[in-house]
């Protein structure tokens, strides 16, 4: 293709995704213009075949037409934009509005948005204004409630606290505040975080493309911010034939009265008769843990079987809704399957001795499919050994901490084509802690803006494989998908196998290290990384810092390394630092890695910083194909450590042609 039509497909890119070009206010809906579909902010040809297959289609708020005013972009954390899908989002003051133009028929729409805190924390709630082609008025009860963390790990509600621990360094002064004379001065909030929630809304009926859905803000909240609207035609409620209705046992699907106890008895019921427990559409309050083992639980439908419930205080822990296996040191469960229906919490603060998850506990030779979680701790969070578990279809959105988590010995499960917006830590994690994950995947999902933390992260294990992934928008301290050696994990073993994802705006910036990481970045900290790891096919999009990182952290430089991980077939479209960051002892070979747009050196070099004459402590083995100049000839170990280089935004990504 020429170069002449090459730029111009890249202006047509750019217009469709509202880069670089003013969005126009409107007034009256009219023939409003037809708002761009994205996927996690970018034209769905870049990432075609890769992250969840959804069912719902995905417009930013500030490609559509609005009276408010766009904010970003920002990639600085500790702000608004950092956190928005795309890294920029719509601000609406009351009587304001967003309009989006639906690009085909829908009769359910997912709002993602941001309201103010209260002054003293706790957050506020504000109505928002619904309507369709002008008429149809409805409103959406939108809340800050469950958004805003301050302060240092483990985060508090308080936005006027002091310190959590004013005995650690902080990047900001540069020191230890309490062994600081002067006391420096810390300006409050500290390091607010975590804005976003989301809401959702059947309309009542279903609208055709081209229809018109304006959000307009209220005088409830001093400003209201607007990140993506996603709307779906949801299929009817499902019904079960031949099941144990909850409803028989006493089940309240108006939420008023606690429906945990009626469960048990639907499911001891239908374990004796060997059926199903069915779920009827409704709201049911359950406030504890409901324990499941050889049962399948069904709703009709996740938009219409809701379980809800409150956090509750026991002594110094909490518990709250959630569906459990038993623990694996009482034999786990086993034959467990869970369907089509939501469960929704009540978590606003971080206590991770808390067990108050979506899901939990350890399920063996079960499932966990279309369900909607929100307002956990971290919707699934199992603790094995345990083995053959799957997970697809299912929404995991607005977490305090992790979406899911495989957490010691879970072997041969499967979470598959799952989305994950919006968490509080790693959106998926397997961590081998005392006994190794193995032979696990995580394939063909999506994960959207985690604020603190990775994508995807692996730490140790045997024989596990991360394939077919989108991973967009992480915000601080972590990035797309992470191999690390930390947390007490147990090594890696045999193959690790990390193939075709796509990663976008990722890299970000480690506040205790004040230097920028890696889309997909490496981390020996415990022990030294040597299994056969094999990086295959993925892109790296539009990243903040490095494409590819590569540590061992500081203590422990000269004790560990990062040794023979293989990058094959590899397009990197964009970075503000380098192609290939190395600060560790080690080796990797690469072929077939195309960069363009590469802000500062392709390859910085470091080693493990003793710049000895005989070169870098780190090696690179060019076997061929490289393209874009960026892994120059006179390499393999050549130093060429420039420890913090000016970042030059890239880009916007378009097709690689």
Known sequence: MSRTRSRTRSLVVAALLGLGSAVVPGGPAGAAPAVPVTRSALDPALVAGRGEAVGFLEQEAENARFTG?????????????????????????????????????????????????????????????????????????????????????????????DLLHPDWWITECGCVPAATTPAPVIVK???????????????????????????????????????????????????????????????????????????????????????????????????????????????????????????????????????????????????????????????????????????????????????????????????????????????????????????????????????????????????????ADAGNTFDHNTVQTPTLANGIAIYGGTDNTVSGNLVADPVREGSGIHVGSRFGAEPFAGRLTIKDNTVVRAGTYELNWTIGLGAIWFYALDRTIDADIRVTGDHYLDTTYNAIMLVSDWSVKDRYAIRGVAFRDIQVDGTGTSVVSARTEGSASFENVDARHVGAVGVNNCGSFHFTPAGSEFALTDLGGNDGGWLAPYLPNVISCDDRPPVVPPPPPTTWE
């Open 69 to 161: 005013s766009v904010i970003g972009p920002d990639r600085t954390a500790y702000t608004l934009p950092a956190e928005a899908s795309g890294r920029r989002a719509v601000r609406l003051t009351p009587g304001q509005y967003v309009e989006f133009t639906l690009p085909r028929a829908a009769n359910a729409i997912t709002v993602r948005y941001a309201l103010p805190d209260a002054p003293g924390g706790g957050g506020i709630t504000a109505p928002l204004g619904v309507s369709v082609n002008g008429t149809a008025r409805r409103t959406m009860t939108l809340t800050s409630r469950y958004a805003y963390l301050y302060n240092q790990y483990p985060f508090t509600n308080d936005p006027g606290a």
């Open 189 to 435: 909030p500290f390091r607010p975080m975590h804005f976003y929630d989301e809401q959702r809304l059947l309309l009542g009926r279903t609208y055709g493309a081209g229809d018109t859905v304006r959000l307009t803000a209220s005088a409830g909240a001093a400003w209201t911010v607007i990140d993506l609207l996603d709307s779906e035609l949801v299929a009817p409620p499902k019904v079960t034939a031949h099941a144990a209705d909850a409803l028989l046992f006493g089940a309240d699907p108006t939420g008023r009265r606690d429906s945990a106890a009626a469960l048990d008895r639907a499911i001891a019921f239908a374990r004796k008769a060997r059926l199903k427990v069915y779920i009827p559409p409704g709201t049911y309050r359950v406030d504890r843990h409901i324990i499941v083992d050889d049962v399948t639980i069904e709703g009709a439908g996740n938009w219409y079987t809701i379980i809800k419930g409150r956090q509750v205080t026991l002594g110094e822990a909490h518990t709250g809704v959630g569906f459990y296996g038993r623990d694996a040191a009482d034999g786990g469960s086993h034959n467990v399957h869970l369907r089509d229906f939501a469960i929704e919490g009540d978590v606003r603060e971080r206590i991770d001795t808390d067990q108050v998850n979506g899901v939990g506990g350890a399920l063996t030779d079960s499932s966990v499919e279309r369900l909607h979680i929100r307002h956990t701790k971290v919707g699934m969070w199992f603790d094995g050994p345990m083995r053959h578990l799957r997970i697809e279809g299912n929404v995991i959105v607005d977490q305090i901490a992790d979406g899911l988590n495989f957490h010691t010995g879970v072997t041969d499960s499967l979470v598959r084509n799952n989305f994950v917006r919006n968490t509080g830590d790693d959106g998926l994690a397997m961590w081998s802690e005392k006994t």
